[in-house]
């Protein structure tokens, strides 16, 4: 843009450059659905150990306090489309869980022993057809935002687990997002060996490079033109998670209630090995 332009109208094309329409129209599309968000978050990147920033959070808790459901979204702009490689063969051999998003150990235990409850009420989990493994931004010349992108998200919902990221609920699961304002497609190849590329509105990307101890997991990639009705989807997944979850909350809640009456008496009782994992 011509510097003699009038300086709002260069402020305004600035903003658009650095991503932050979409950030915020992402939050207000998330909000609308009635849905808590916090915008501008920080997290320590546990490889570097320098402040970073995500661009939202959403969070669905249970009204006891005992399990918080999160989407920890990045936002990326730009006009050259994304493209993810995808295979049905992507998550052969995974344990479904970890794929599923970033769990509390407490978290997977309760899902593991609801897991066929699980499968007939959360699509998230099911993940039967093509999964991304690789992710790349055509027209470019080895740029590797699509990347970096999903590794800011993975980070930052680990970051949800970390004992200086804040409150940890026992039953603590993190999703991480990544929405892109430029297209996105999908490439594979089908059963003939032939290329196939379509436009899609979001795709599950298997992001398992190494972080640490972390085995990997999905990053949703979304369109921003399809971000109503993915956030219409989210609202409604993360309400049937919480369903599944009522009897380890329950079970959760009144291991704390019986604590707490015993320090009130002032008796040490020692919750045994299956309370605390919640196995019980």
Same mark, same amino acid.
């Not at 050259?80 to 599923?100: G, Q």
């Not at 497609?185 to 032939?194: A, H, L, T, V, W």
């Given at each position: 843009?011509k510097?003699?332009? &009038? =300086? !709002?109208q @260069?402020v305004? +094309?600035? $903003?658009?450059?650095q991503g932050y &329409? =979409? !950030?915020? @129209?992402?939050? +207000?599309? $998330?909000?609308?659905?009635?849905l808590t968000?916090?915008?501008?978050?920080?997290?320590?990147?546990?490889?570097?150990?320098?402040?970073?920033?995500?661009d939202a959070?959403?969070?669905?808790?249970d009204?006891?306090g005992?399990?918080?459901?999160?989407l920890?979204?990045e936002?990326?702009?730009?006009d050259k489309?994304?493209?993810?490689?995808s295979?049905?063969?992507?998550?052969?051999?995974?344990?479904?869980?970890?794929?599923?998003?970033v769990?509390?150990?407490s978290m997977?235990?309760?899902?593991?022993?609801?897991?066929l409850?699980?499968?007939?009420?959360?699509?998230w989990?099911?993940?039967?057809?093509r999964?991304?493994?690789?992710?790349?931004?055509?027209f470019?010349?080895g740029?590797?935002?699509?990347f970096?992108?999903?590794?800011?998200a993975?980070?930052?919902?680990?970051?949800?687990?970390?004992?200086?990221?804040?409150?940890?609920?026992?039953?603590?699961?993190?999703?991480?997002?990544?929405?892109v304002?430029?297209?996105v497609?999908e490439?594979?190849?089908?059963d003939?060996?032939?290329?196939?590329?379509?436009?899609v509105?979001?795709?599950?990307?298997f992001?398992g490079?190494?972080?640490?101890?972390?085995s990997?997991?999905?990053?949703?990639?979304?369109?921003?033109?399809?971000l109503?009705?993915?956030?219409r989807?989210?609202?409604a997944e993360?309400?049937?998670?919480?369903?599944?979850?009522?009897?380890a909350?329950?079970q959760h809640?009144?291991?704390?209630?019986?604590?707490?009456?015993?320090a009130?008496?002032?008796?040490?009782?020692?919750?045994?090995e299956a309370?605390?994992?919640?196995?019980?």
């Amino acid at each position: 843009m011509k510097q003699d332009a &009038p =300086l !709002e109208q @260069r402020v305004r +094309a600035w $903003l658009g450059e650095q991503g932050y &329409p =979409l !950030e915020m @129209r992402t939050a +207000a599309v $998330l909000r609308a659905e009635g849905l808590t968000v916090r915008q501008s978050q920080y997290y320590l990147d546990p490889e570097t150990q320098k402040s970073r920033e995500i661009d939202a959070l959403c969070f669905v808790d249970d009204d006891l306090g005992v399990a918080s459901l999160r989407l920890v979204v990045e936002c990326k702009s730009g006009d050259k489309p994304w493209i993810v490689f995808s295979s049905a063969h992507t998550l052969a051999d995974y344990n479904r869980l970890f794929p599923l998003g970033v769990l509390s150990e407490s978290m997977r235990g309760a899902l593991a022993d609801d897991i066929l409850d699980l499968s007939g009420r959360l699509s998230w989990f099911k993940k039967d057809g093509r999964v991304g493994y690789g992710v790349a931004q055509a027209f470019s010349n080895g740029d590797d935002r699509p990347f970096a992108a999903a590794m800011s998200a993975v980070k930052a919902s680990l970051w949800q687990h970390s004992e200086d990221g804040g409150y940890q609920p026992p039953l603590l699961a993190a999703f991480p997002v990544v929405v892109v304002d430029a297209p996105v497609f999908e490439c594979y190849r089908d059963d003939q060996g032939s290329l196939q590329l379509s436009e899609v509105p979001a795709i599950d990307y298997f992001f398992g490079a190494g972080i640490g101890s972390f085995s990997g997991t999905c990053v949703r990639i979304v369109s921003a033109k399809a971000l109503p009705v993915y956030c219409r989807e989210a609202k409604a997944e993360l309400a049937a998670l919480l369903a599944v979850l009522e009897p380890a909350i329950k079970q959760h809640w009144d291991a704390l209630k019986t604590r707490t009456r015993a320090a009130a008496r002032g008796t040490v009782e020692q919750p045994d090995e299956a309370d605390e994992r919640g196995d019980s």
